[in-house]
């Protein structure tokens, strides 16, 4: 399961949810029939549940959805703070500069040096920008998902190349 974010609140009194997306283009997932929610985020396939989606829009500085049977804000209060996700088949297909979260967990990291700098843990959404968290045994590094530091990205190679100094 690919997680896209998490339930924040219920919002209004019909059923509409705030949403923190885990990315930047959370208006993409309006085309997808359903979203699946689980409370928790480590839970296998078989145990998110699907709900069908009416809408996803920005309002304001954040990202709400509707979904289907959720009418007001007690159904809406219901849901808690769940995550949603749909499966690796159910999303849109990203650009060629663009990768899903889950793509890069686990991706090795090396400098410009050709110096290891460790895997990646996982990311943090920032608000200004995402942030890898690398991890090398016990040392941790948080790098800037901006174009000034990662300067490529090869899935496929599991590798990411940034500009970044191994004693930093």
């Known amino acids: 399961m690919i997680v896209l974010g998490r339930i924040v609140a219920p919002f209004g009194v019909h059923g509409w949810l705030r949403v923190h997306p885990f990315g930047d283009d959370p208006e993409a997932w309006k085309k997808m029939p359903q979203w699946w929610f689980s409370a928790d985020v ?47 088949e159910a999303l849109p297909a990203p650009a060629d500069d663009e990768y899903y979260w889950a793509d890069l967990i686990g991706l090795a990291v090396k400098n ?8 990646v843990k996982s990311l943090i959404e920032t608000g200004a920008n995402q942030v890898l968290v690398v991890v090398d045994g016990e040392h941790e590094r948080l790098l800037p998902f901006v174009e000034q530091v990662v300067k490529a990205v090869d899935v496929a190679g599991d590798l990411i190349r940034v500009d970044w100094g191994s004693d930093w």
């Open 112 to 119: 410009m040096q050709d110096q290891p700098l460790g895997r």
């Open 42 to 88: 480590d839970a296998p396939a078989e145990k998110w549940q699907a709900r069908a989606l009416e809408a996803v829009k920005r309002h304001g500085d954040g990202v709400v959805a509707k979904l289907v049977g959720i009418d007001d804000r007690d159904a809406s209060e219901a849901l808690g703070s769940c995550y949603f996700g749909a499966p690796r």
